[in-house]
């Protein structure tokens, strides 16, 4: 089985390699590689920044009559992204870098200027001390007020270290911790204590505005009972007088009987309840007194007849009344029921 892909050429037995014509070339021609910017730079002509690591189709050239140490230099063509102007820039093996030719600017960096005076200083630092020897002492004598200084600012470091070490961080984390909730309850407790006074001070207030209400209901209670009488149940309205305890000695005991019956179920009509005030007594007849014979008596009967007279006239002012107290207003229902039972 043959290979897929024939690596293997075939050279005739007359093949001469002399006789093949050398191919001549520039040695300066271009070749068309894919690379990265190296550095952020911006273009001279649209002011458009080209960041590093954007990608271009270059053209790479080897710059001519220019070696260092024996490596050839290189120069890249790109163009711009945004108005197409052309690029160059070549690579400096002697930094390890590349270096802006046209076309854009290089962006700042620090880093790099800073390396380029420190060669500075010491490149003119040797040159000066190759031609004057009073220099060298100079610079030896301050190297070494620098050494000292240095060995100072570290001893001082070591013995912050020392004393930072022989501290309890633990310890003064431990403290704190118990600070802060020796705070943190005290303010719980001024919270609380806060709001207790606040709930006393509305709960003394709400029993001042409910006494307050309580009198007032009680004022306007005492007006309205006062205004009208209190009810509690129906037959309420229809007052009871005391029992009589007796009649006459012509009743006997079954009127007192039919009349205590009368007032437990209906009551009196002379007591001073609701049916009381609608009925109107009657008014007492007036007595008339019969005259008395004037005879010839001495001062102290005349005394005595002007008291009987001044007692007459109060009796007939007051209503007649029964020997048991009541009024003869009171007796009507039992006369009345008597005379029904007689007529049975």
């Keep these: 089985m043959s290979e897929r892909k024939v690596l293997n050429k075939y050279y005739p037995p007359d093949f001469d390699p002399c006789k093949i014509p050398k191919l001549k070339l520039p040695k300066d021609r271009q070749y068309v590689v894919r690379l990265m910017a190296p550095f952020n730079m911006r273009c001279k002509t649209c002011g458009e920044y080209i960041y590093k690591g954007k990608k271009f189709n270059a053209r790479k050239e080897t710059v001519m009559n220019e070696l260092y140490m024996g490596l050839p230099i290189f120069r ?41 005076e420190e060669k500075r200083i010491v490149q003119d630092r040797e040159e000066e001390e190759l031609n004057n020897p009073m220099k060298v002492l100079e610079n030896r004598t301050k190297d070494s007020k620098m050494e000292m200084e240095v060995l100072e600012n570290l001893q001082e470091l070591k013995e912050l270290n020392q004393r930072q070490a022989q501290v309890d961080f633990e310890g003064m984390i431990d403290r704190y911790s118990d600070f802060e909730k020796r705070e943190k309850e005290r303010e719980k407790e001024e919270d609380e204590r806060e709001t207790k006074e606040m709930l006393d001070r509305a709960l003394v207030k709400r029993l001042r505005d409910s006494d307050s209400d309580s009198e007032k209901e009680e004022e306007d209670s005492s007006g309205s009972q006062a205004k009208k009488p209190s009810t509690d149940k129906p037959t309420d309205i229809l007052t009871t007088l005391k029992p009589t305890e007796a009649l006459g000695s012509s009743a006997g005991g079954v009127k007192k009987a039919k009349v205590e019956t009368w007032e437990r179920s209906v009551g009196t009509l002379g007591g001073k309840g609701a049916l009381g005030l609608l009925v109107v007594r009657k008014k007492p007849a007036a007595t008339f007194l019969k005259p008395r014979p004037v005879a010839a008596a001495s001062a102290p009967t005349s005394q005595t007849d002007s008291k009987a007279s001044t007692t007459d006239s109060k009796n007939a002012s007051k209503p007649v009344t029964t020997q048991n107290g009541s009024s003869s207003l009171s007796l009507l229902g039992a006369y009345s029921d008597s005379d029904s039972n007689d007529s049975e």
């Design 76 to 116: 890249f063509y790109i163009k711009c992204t945004r108005c197409l102007a052309e690029i160059t820039f070549k690579t400096d093996p002697e930094n390890t870098d590349y270096a802006m030719e046209h076309g854009a600017t290089r962006n700042f960096q620090a880093e790099k200027l800073l390396e380029e």
